[in-house]
């Protein structure tokens, strides 16, 4: 499944990613740090919603209360509910 997340408080604006399973891939930032968001798109392409959220949630840009990577974190646990059972 494809889905998009409109970032909130970020310089990204939108996180595009495919979910199969509990598996992401594809994941595309719009807007924000392109040389950094092109390396956190390429090493977690292939993780699990477990591993993108224990990894980088939390996590904080500045003095924002969040960051891009976290609000991937915050994307693939909200497609990963509204998945639902495989």
Known sequence: MRYSYE???TCSSR???DLDGDVV???KFTDGCDGNLQAIQKLVDG???GQ???MLAGTR???RPTSCVDQLALAV???YAKAGPA
């Open 61 to 63: 840009c500045d003095r």
């Open 25 to 27: 891939r594809n994941i």
């Open 77 to 79: 646990r909200e497609a």
């Open 7 to 9: 970032t909130k408080g």
């Open 15 to 17: 996180i595009d990613f």
């Open 47 to 49: 993780f699990t919603v």
């Open 52 to 54: 993108i959220s224990a």
